[in-house]
Each structure stands twice: as structure tokens, then as C-alpha cells.
């Protein structure tokens, strides 16, 4: 039994015991990393994530009744709401994704039955590995399977991204539910978020003496969320002055030629994010991973300085792995603290990890988190 079974019997075993019946099943989706392309996916650009081998698991269960009720083996409060009741506003703090994710479904108009959720997660939340998106795209592959709904799994991401966007009000993207819904074991995913087409790209697999580590700084600065939407806004604005749908659509010539000041680093930074999720699909492509590592560099250094969402422990991760022997790294996810991810030989791994850390505990840090993660399947029913 790997972690994930044990971990879904464990759901499943605490989720009689609370509600003195079995679920109907768990279902799993994976959190995410991105290897390239931040912010660029509200701009209809392009995206190179791939879905994490760490996951959130719902056990869940009709009801008799049309309530809605969820709880979570991780994280304290209870949310229960009848489903007529159901829309946005009606219920905050975690259950919201929950609930927001059956609202999204449609499950009020339908007149589904109520349920009962029990949640769990492998993800840690807060970290920039998209543990929202795991938990939206669980509960709505879970609700649509038992409703026997049969929408594909875009329709699905979609779903759990307007949990987000309409019952939440975080103003997301749709990479990271793309993501957890498509992603492919030992692949990353190239998604055009415009046309929502995507190809697997392969990645150097568990024979090629590589290895894929993440580092959570552990810090999350408290302008996150602010700062994700004031960039959304300052993408959007630029795209006007330009006269373009959006940033997907301008040059590099134009960006530099006709905006100026914080506008023109904005839009810089999307325009060239793009160009570079496509080269770095070409170095990973011909195994060029000196190509890949400057590809990487020159991503860390736009966020750092154009789209300015790295923070000093991001840059600090980055710099360590990279004199520790890693072949790139950058920051990934929405940025202003979260995770880096680099690609290192496997042996070079533990060496890392210990630099990593005594980085940090000489500028009095709090302690990372580095683990290695390999590319996972997207969401599933796990029983
Ligand atoms: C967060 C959002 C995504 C995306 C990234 C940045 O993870 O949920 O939609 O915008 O930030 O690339």
C-alpha cells in the first residue's frame, strides 16, 4: 500500500467513524508545481506545470437530506448549509472551496442531494503548490462522478477555478486546475490558456540520475493575496495602453516601445515568461539542460526585478541550489514566498538540502522544506 492508499483508508476509516457510515468513495487530486510561465496564465499565455505526487483526498458520501456539510481531518471549523442556500458569500474560510466547487457544479439548480464531506491533504497549504486547486478539482471530480455527471475534465477545471474566482474572490488563473486535473505521470504539462490545448512534455525520469526538489521557504508574506490581484490588474491595464486582448498578444518591440515605467516591467515580464516556457520546452526536449538552466535564470531574475513577486528567501533558495550543483532552479507559483523547484543530479541532493538549510539558520531564517517530487497523474477516485 503506497502513502496515498494508506492515507485514503485512513479518510475513509475516520469518516465512519465521525458520521457512522461509509463514504461512497475518496477521490485524490494532486497539488502543483510550475516548471515555467508565472503569471502568465491570466494573460492567455502559455504554462509548463506539472502535477505534484502529493495530494488532497475527499471521502464523501449522499445524504438523505439536502444538506451539505464538510469537515476536514487537517484544519478546525465545520461548514453545513442547506443547498438552496448555496452561493457565493454563504460560506467562508476553507469550506468555501468546498462548497464553492459544488456551487460551481451547479449542484443548487440541479437539485442535487445533500452530502457529506471529509477532507484531508498531503499538500500544505499556504506553500504556492496550489493545495486550493487539489481541493476543488477532488471535490468536483468526487461530486460530478456520484451525480453521474459526465463533463469532461476541462469542463471539470473550469468548475473548480469558478470556485475560486466567484465563491472565494481570488482573482486565479486556470493553470493550476488544469493542472491537477491533466496532469501525466513523469510529464509536465505545455497548456495554451487561451485555447485550453495542451501537450505532455517529458521529464528527465527516476533512470536519469535527476532529481526534481522543492523547497518551501516557509514564508508567506502577508501581501500574497494583494499583491497576486494588483498584478492581475497591472497586466490588464497594460494590455489596454497596448490595444491588445491581452498580453499574450504583444511584442517585446511594442512592450518597450510604447509603455513606460511600472507597466512596461509588467508587461515585459509576461512577454518574455512566454517566449520562455516555449525555449525551455525545447531544452527539455533535446535534454539541453544547460539551455534549461539559463532559461530558468533568466525567469527567476524577470520576477525578481520586472514582476517583482520573488522575496529575499526566494532568491536566497534559488542562489543556494544553484552553487549546491543545481542545474536550474527558480521560484515557482504565484510568488511573494512559497516554494522553489529546481532540477540537480540526484546525488547532489542531500549536500543541497543541508546548504539550503544552513542558509537559512545563518540569516536566523525559519527552517525550509525540501523534498523531492516527481511528476504525478491528475485526479482520480482512489476507492
Ligand atoms: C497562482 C494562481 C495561478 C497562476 C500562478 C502564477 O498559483 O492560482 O493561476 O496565476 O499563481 O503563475
Given at each position: 500500500m503506497n502513502d496515498r492508499d494508506a492515507l485514503a483508508a485512513r479518510l475513509a476509516t475516520e469518516f465512519r467513524a465521525r458520521l457512522g457510515r461509509p463514504p461512497a468513495g475518496v477521490w485524490a487530486a494532486p497539488g502543483r508545481v510550475n516548471l515555467m510561465g508565472e503569471h502568465t496564465d491570466y494573460n492567455d499565455g502559455l504554462v509548463l506545470p506539472f502535477a505534484l505526487d502529493s495530494a488532497t483526498l475527499v471521502a464523501v458520501a449522499p445524504r438523505d437530506d439536502d444538506l451539505l456539510t464538510c469537515l476536514s481531518l487537517d484544519r478546525p471549523g465545520v461548514a453545513a448549509l442547506r443547498t438552496g442556500d448555496l452561493?457565493?458569500?454563504a460560506v467562508t474560510g476553507w469550506p468555501a472551496y468546498v462548497l464553492g466547487a459544488l456551487w460551481a457544479l451547479g449542484w443548487p439548480q440541479a437539485r442535487q442531494p445533500g452530502l457529506d464531506i471529509v477532507v484531508t491533504s498531503q499538500v500544505p497549504p499556504g506553500?504556492?503548490?496550489s493545495s486550493s486547486a487539489a481541493l476543488t478539482c477532488a471535490v468536483t471530480l468526487a461530486a460530478a462522478e456520484l451525480a453521474g455527471l459526465e463533463p469532461d475534465r476541462t469542463t471539470l477545471a473550469a468548475a473548480a477555478r469558478r470556485a475560486e474566482?466567484?465563491?472565494?474572490?481570488a482573482p486565479v488563473g486556470i493553470m493550476d486546475q488544469m493542472a491537477a486535473m491533466h496532469g501525466q505521470t513523469d510529464h509536465a504539462l505545455l497548456l495554451d490558456?487561451?485555447?485550453l490545448t495542451f501537450e505532455p512534455v517529458p521529464l528527465p525520469g527516476q533512470d536519469s540520475g535527476l532529481a526534481l526538489l522543492v523547497v518551501d521557504t516557509r514564508i508567506s508574506h502577508a501581501h500574497a493575496d494583494g499583491g497576486y490581484a494588483q498584478r492581475r490588474t497591472a497586466c490588464e491595464d497594460a494590455a489596454r495602453t497596448l490595444g491588445?486582448?491581452?498580453?499574450?498578444?504583444?511584442t517585446l518591440t511594442a512592450v518597450e516601445t510604447t509603455l513606460v515605467g511600472e507597466q512596461r516591467r509588467i508587461a515585459r515580464h509576461v512577454v518574455t515568461e512566454i517566449e520562455r516556457v516555449r525555449t525551455a520546452v525545447t531544452a527539455l526536449r533535446h535534454n539541453d539542460l544547460t539551455g534549461l538552466g539559463e532559461i530558468f535564470a533568466a525567469s527567476q531574475a524577470s520576477m525578481r526585478d520586472?514582476?517583482?513577486?520573488?522575496c529575499p528567501e526566494l532568491d536566497l533558495a534559488v542562489d543556494t541550489l544553484l552553487d549546491a550543483g543545481a542545474l536550474a532552479a527558480r521560484m515557482t507559483g504565484g510568488g511573494f514566498g512559497g516554494c522553489t523547484i529546481a532540477l540537480l543530479p540526484d546525488a547532489a541532493v542531500p549536500t543541497a538540502t543541508t546548504a539550503v538549510t544552513a542558509a537559512f539558520k545563518t540569516r536566523g531564517l525559519t527552517p525550509p522544506r525540501a523534498f523531492k517530487t516527481r511528476p504525478s497523474h491528475g485526479a482520480t477516485r482512489v476507492c
Open positions: 452561493r457565493p458569500g506553500a504556492g503548490l474566482t466567484d465563491m472565494v474572490g490558456c487561451r485555447s491588445v486582448q491581452a498580453l499574450r498578444d504583444a520586472d514582476f517583482r513577486i520573488s
